[in-house]
């Protein structure tokens, strides 16, 4: 047991140092985005929404097709890409890096790790659950795509992009300050007060 938890930690270890080793011209970006996300500043969130509300409504106005939208967003990646790692240093200072910031930066790419190897293990329980159980894995697969099916029709389609984008952005900061966990808390008290009244019913 203990040498396959080694076995797993040196592997996390060495993902973590490649995706440092590519993410490293991003690394000044990435930081800063990083205290964005995490609200750092009280005027964070308010500047994070006003961004993407902006961009969102320009999306809106100019109406572009999706494959004008599509080659829009692929072209700004492919130049932030080629931009950002030669600009970067030259904006916020390559001299300027701490111990501190290598710390964090660190954490980021393990946390980016971690979450791929989630994605990866959720899909795989899939298809286990497609090989073993083929009756659940179709009545839920068809019911959970019928139920975003039912969403996406009642609510435009541009609008639910912006709800979803929104809260993934938003999601690190609430974390951070406890927010989820604090409203988790109350909703799990709740359903044990239900729990507890329907007990007290049946007696």
Known sequence: ?????????????????????????????ILAGDRVVRWEKPWF?????????????????????VLTGLSCAVMLLC??????????????GSNKWTTE???????????????QRR??????????????KPKMYFTSVISSLLAVAWIGQQVHNLF???????????LPGLNQHGVISKYASMAKREINKLLKQKEKKNE
């Not at 203990?2 to 973590?16: F, H, P, V, Y």
């Not at 490649?18 to 000044?28: K, S």
């Not at 910031?101 to 979450?115: A, D, G, P, Y």
């Not at 639910?160 to 938003?170: A, C, E, G, K, Q």
């Open 1 to 29: 047991m203990a040498e396959g938890d080694n076995k797993s930690a040196n592997l996390l270890a060495q993902e973590t140092a490649q995706l440092e080793e590519q993410l490293q011209g991003w690394g000044e970006v």
């Open 45 to 65: 969130p308010g500047a994070l929404m006003a961004s993407i509300t902006l961009l969102f409504m320009l999306i809106y106005y100019l109406d572009p097709s």
């Open 79 to 92: 130049l932030a890409d080629y931009l950002v790692p030669t600009l970067a240093p030259r904006v916020f």
């Open 101 to 115: 910031q290598q710390q964090r930066f660190h954490e980021i790419c393990s946390n980016l790790v971690k979450t």
């Open 119 to 132: 994605i990866v293990g959720w899909w795989k329980r899939l298809g286990a659950l497609k090989e073993e």
């Open 160 to 170: 639910l992009t912006y709800l979803i984008v929104s809260f993934l952005l938003l």
